[in-house]
């Protein structure tokens, strides 16, 4: 394979830069010509691609965002498009495309591989860590960190005036990032969208808390499970002695410096991605299992779900006492 090309699809998450040094350089390494194509799917549709280079790169692994711009194209699951995109890709004497992003990319990167046979790798980038086939995905790491700092601030608030602070945060059909940011942050509660809410027991909770002496409180809310300012509310009326405040920590958790978690995760699977079109391995998403990179069909990603670990549920309660 001599010529193959790169995107950045969905939303935006930190580490979408230094997966593209990463694919890169390794291209250039491995001989390769390397396209960059711009916006996406809609960069593909639309013929938006520029040639690359180890310099079109330097300065970037420290940067979040990503330079080849990305967005979100519901216009990818019309037939006609994506074979449009096919030809594109043909036209331009592209061999082989990583695609980088989260679930709905790799629906996108396997339709591309199933329908056409064209040699597609994906990269699992998204602060929500909820791509099947991999413990993590590139930015999770930095958006928990984010969060964390800021809920850290907010909980001297909390402590100080003993309040109950309810803080929404990112995901919109999942509660892994919610999870992982609770037990970091030892709060009391969690509200995912997976778990039917039980308000009798938040209420029941809360009050136990209360009966101990803890008057102070953070509850995480994903946004996919309720808005923080409607769950404040209810909670005035079942606690209106109490002072309640929400936050809505909102698009901070998607941009930003990458950890150096996020930015070697990044770099190993920028590699492994190049590395896999080199030696003829496609329609699989590069992962990582315990320490291990794994090379995992894109076929399972698409058509499995899983739910956030339910243990670190359980250790929310056991550390709330
Ligand atoms: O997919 C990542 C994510 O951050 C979700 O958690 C969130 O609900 C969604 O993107 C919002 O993205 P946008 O507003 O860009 O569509």
Same mark, same amino acid.
């Given at each position: 394979m001599k010529r193959i090309g790169v995107l950045t699809s969905g939303g935006d998450a930190p580490g979408m830069n230094p997966v593209i040094r990463a694919v890169v350089r390794s291209a250039v390494s491995f001989n390769m010509e390397i396209i960059g194509i711009q916006r996406g799917f809609k960069g593909l549709y639309e013929k938006e691609f520029l040639e690359l280079n180890s310099r079109s790169v330097? #300065? /970037? /692994? +420290?940067? *979040? *965002?990503? /330079?080849l711009k990305t967005n979100r194209f519901p216009?990818?699951?019309n037939s006609e498009v994506r074979k449009k995109c096919y030809e594109n890709l043909i036209e331009a004497g592209i061999e082989g495309i990583v695609v980088i992003g989260g679930d709905g990319s790799a629906k996108g990167a396997y339709l591309l591989y199933s329908e056409f046979n064209f040699p597609v790798v994906h990269i699992p980038v998204s /602060? &929500? +860590? &909820?791509?099947? #086939?991999?413990?993590y995905t590139v930015g999770f790491d930095t958006a928990v960190n984010t969060a964390v700092e800021a809920i850290d601030k907010i909980r001297d608030t909390a402590t100080s005036h003993e309040r109950t602070f309810i803080i929404e945060v990112m995901g919109r059909e999942k509660g892994n990032l919610a999870v992982e940011i609770a037990v970091a942050c030892g709060a009391e509660i969690v509200i995912i969208p997976e778990i039917k809410i039980d308000w009798e027991e938040i209420v029941k909770s809360l009050k136990e808390q209360e009966r101990k002496g803890k008057k102070s409180s953070i509850i995480i809310l994903a946004e996919g499970a309720g808005k923080a300012e409607v769950f404040a509310e209810k909670l005035k009326k079942e606690f209106p002695e109490r002072h309640i405040r929400y936050s809505v920590l909102g698009y901070i958790q998607r941009g930003g410096t990458p950890t150096y978690m996020t930015r070697k995760l990044a770099t190993l699977f920028g590699y492994h991605a190049v590395k896999m079109l080199k030696e003829g391995i496609y329609g699989y998403m590069v992962g990582i299992k315990g320490n291990e990179i794994i090379y995992f069909p894109l076929k399972k990603v698409v058509c499995t779900t899983e739910l956030p670990h339910l243990e670190y549920l359980n250790l929310i309660d056991y550390m709330a006492v």
């Open positions: 330097s #300065g /970037i /692994i +420290n940067q *979040g *965002g990503t /330079i216009e990818f699951k /602060i &929500d +860590n &909820d791509v099947y #086939g991999t413990d």
